[in-house]
């Protein structure tokens, strides 16, 4: 088992056309050849794990940040990126349908496609929290063959056979996403959403591997993609409902600070981090203790100073997070618990046993008769 610390990327989108019109300013940069971001007002530098400027690409941001998870996945360890920032910084486009999850996508089956003598199966799921309140993005119109199967949060996970598949989720699942015209910004994403890829394998060889893999175990792993809603100032959104679904939007990323601000301190009481106070947590959690490799893209809007700082300082935090990734041995687990439980089913007959015997010494000659029939 290997510990290592959460990926915290920075990615700073360039100015749009209207910013530019308007003669905006940029307040916020990489410095050269650094992975530090330089905030001007308040003068302050912060470190990162890579950081990206307005010119890095798409590929840039992937093959460095995603690319060398994806392998990780196939091994068999919970992987998960998220995006994260203010509205309009860049987080859809990052991650959506033309980001992070098709070139991932395109990765994950060429990799598969290499390994040779691997049985696998794939499923997904697409979620969104609205409100607090989940909906499954894939429910409606679904031409595919769907497993239902639902899990603690009633979501449908659906079968996957080729890329295509995948891709066409992907693409059905984003357009349902709920969108709402704020005071700052037109079709602003008003919910989290999560992307999930399940993969189960059969692993056919023999040999032990550093992992430990034997023949015919089966592991299941599963790489989360989550695109948060963006954060925002009260009372900036023009009606109830916008300010509505800004408290649940800034309530379940107030209670995703203090699980990570937990999380970074050393030897935390796992009962104290409240990862059960919103939906959101709930469902990164895994993806944020014990058996994950996590990447975090912060995204920077470069015109603004308001919680730009705020971003960068929240997101440095999670830098110090340590979780242990481990492969998702089922069936050593499994075997595990066969074990455990033959054990617990020896020890009390034997003593079932013993209470028998006893109790039997202890009848007079008639009754033990009839208790030795009975045990
Ligand atoms: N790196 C980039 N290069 C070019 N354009 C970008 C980049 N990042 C974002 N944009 C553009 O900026 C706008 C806002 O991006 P996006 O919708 O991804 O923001 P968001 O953070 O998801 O916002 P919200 O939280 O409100 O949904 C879009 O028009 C998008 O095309």
Redesign the pocket.
């Given at each position: 088992m290997e510990e290592v610390s959460m990926r915290v990327a920075v990615?700073i989108?360039?100015l749009?056309r209207g910013e530019i019109l308007e003669d905006e300013e940029v307040c916020v940069q990489i410095v050269d050849g650094q992975h530090q971001v330089k905030v001007n007002t308040p003068e302050e530098v912060i470190n990162f794990d890579h950081a990206f400027g307005?010119n890095?690409t798409?590929k840039d941001v992937f093959d460095t940040c995603v690319h060398p998870l994806v392998p990780r996945f196939i091994e068999g360890c919970n992987t998960t990126v998220f995006?994260y920032?203010?509205?309009?910084?860049?987080?859809?486009?990052?991650m959506?349908t033309l980001g992070i999850i098709p070139r991932a996508i395109d990765d994950i089956f060429n990799l598969l496609n290499e390994k040779k003598g691997i049985k696998y199966s794939l499923a997904t799921y697409y979620i969104e929290i609205y409100n607090e309140e989940l909906r499954d993005l894939l429910e409606k119109k679904n031409d595919m063959n769907i497993i239902l199967r639902d899990d603690k949060w009633g979501n449908t996970e659906c079968a996957v056979n080729t890329k295509k598949d995948l891709l066409h989720f992907l693409e059905e699942g984003s357009t349902r996403r709920r969108?709402g015209n704020?005071l700052?910004?037109k079709?602003?994403?008003?919910s989290h959403t999560i992307f999930t890829i399940f993969l189960r394998q059969q692993r056919g060889h023999s040999q032990k591997t550093k992992d430990g893999i034997v023949k015919g175990e089966e592991i299941i792993s599963k790489f989360t993609f989550i695109?948060?809603?963006?954060h925002e100032r009260m009372g900036r959104s023009e009606n109830k409902m916008r300010f509505n679904e800004s408290i649940n939007i800034n309530k379940s990323l107030s209670t995703l600070a203090q699980v990570i601000s937990s999380l970074a301190i050393p030897n935390t009481d796992k009962a104290h981090i409240p990862f059960r106070n919103s939906k959101l947590t709930r469902i990164l959690k895994d993806s944020l203790e014990g058996n994950a490799k996590t990447v975090m893209i912060v995204?920077i809007n470069p015109a603004s100073t308001l919680d730009t700082l705020t971003s960068l300082k929240y997101a440095n935090q999670a830098r110090d997070i340590k979780p242990k990734t481990m492969v998702n041995h089922v069936n050593e687990q499994y075997k595990q618990e066969l074990r455990d439980r033959k054990k617990a089913v020896k020890q009390h007959l034997q003593e079932r046993k013993h209470v028998s015997t006893s109790l039997q010494r202890s009848l007079p000659d008639k009754l033990q008769t009839i208790f030795f029939k009975l045990f």
């Open positions: 990615r989108r360039p749009c307005p890095l798409q995006t920032g203010q509205t309009g910084s860049g987080k859809t486009y990052t959506g969108v704020t700052l910004r079709r602003s994403s008003r695109d948060l809603a963006g995204c």
